[in-house]
């Protein structure tokens, strides 16, 4: 008798039973994504209150969909779109410009890896040209790009 996820692939009919587990996988980790974009994001929102000085230069959750794309594959894009959405409607913003913003941002680390891998970046940032050049992505072409289409979209 089939156990755990191939009891779930024989209900559906199913009689190859590898798409399902990582199917769920797949589920859990853009869940899990969603859920850690959103919080870091509340936080980042948290410390980024102007000190007249002082204000935050990155958006942390964006450093955590970058890094989750790059481990995990780019299926879980819907992840950032998820936790995005979410957190721009937590500050108030109209549900179309909340899924603008979130597509803006998925579109970004979407962007992220695909540069990371132009430029064969190594994902375990051993080497001094991983770093830097993880940095100068980050830096020269994702904030811009961040900063650009929300500001342009975001309503005044």
């Not at 994504?33 to 230069?57: C, D, H, M, P, R």
């Not at 695909?114 to 940032?125: G, H, M, R, V």
Request: glycine share 8%.
């Amino acid at each position: 008798m089939p156990t755990g996820f191939y009891r779930i692939c024989h209900f559906f009919g199913s009689k190859d039973c590898n798409f399902y587990p990582q199917f769920f996988l797949c589920l859990y980790k853009t869940i899990t994504l969603a859920v850690i974009y959103f919080i870091t994001g509340k936080l980042s929102l948290l410390l980024s209150q102007e000190n007249n000085i002082v204000t935050i230069v990155y958006f942390i959750p964006e450093g955590f969909a970058l890094a989750a794309m790059l481990i995990y594959g780019k299926a879980i894009w819907v992840g950032v779109l998820l936790g995005q959405f979410f957190l721009a409607l937590d500050a108030g913003i109209t549900p179309l410009s909340a899924m603008c913003i979130g597509a803006i941002n998925s579109l970004e680390s979407f962007i992220g890896v695909i540069l990371f891998n132009f430029f064969k970046l190594d994902k375990s940032l051993k080497q001094l040209k991983d770093i830097v050049g993880l940095i100068l992505i980050i830096t020269l072409v994702l904030q811009p790009i961040s900063s650009l289409f929300v500001n342009i979209q975001t309503p005044r």
